[in-house]
């Protein structure tokens, strides 16, 4: 079982940076591809951004591509989501979910995923 947490949401002007982590519980984090999905108010919650359990494979979701970038450090059980040049329209809670796997298949789908944190609010004012 993964337990997951998110951190480093807040407030900023658009055209500006954060960068989010999801922190892990478990001995086992490097045997799941990680996601960040997000949710705005009244909308269904959207894929953002995939990676392989190794790192070695990515994908984004066409309205962040360029803008955001996923990593991870297997060592520290963390997955990141540098986010560049926000826009108002990225506003939303931001989650992170784990899906067990070891393939260099990407997993874009919220049903995919099995482990998911509380989540992380973002707010980009214009």
């Known amino acids: 079982q993964v ?3 998110e951190s480093g949401g807040g407030l900023v002007q658009a055209g500006g940076s954060l960068r989010l982590t999801c922190t892990a519980s478990g001995r086992t984090f490097s ?3 990680m996601g960040w999905f997000r949710q705005a108010p009244g909308k269904e919650r959207e ?3 995939a990676i392989t359990w190794s790192g070695d494979n990515t994908n984004y979701a066409d ?3 360029g803008r ?3 990593s991870r450090d297997n060592a520290k059980n963390t997955v990141y989501l540098r986010m560049n040049t926000l826009k ?3 506003t939303a809670v931001y989650y992170c979910a784990a899906s067990y796997g070891t393939t260099r ?3 874009f789908n919220v049903y995919e995923y099995t482990y998911w944190g509380p989540g992380t609010q973002v707010t980009v004012s214009s």
């Open 3 to 5: 337990q997951l947490v």
């Open 88 to 90: 108002p329209e990225d």
């Open 63 to 65: 309205s962040v591509k």
């Open 31 to 33: 045997s799941y591809a």
């Open 47 to 49: 894929f953002v951004a």
């Open 105 to 107: 298949f990407l997993k």
């Open 68 to 70: 955001f970038t996923i």
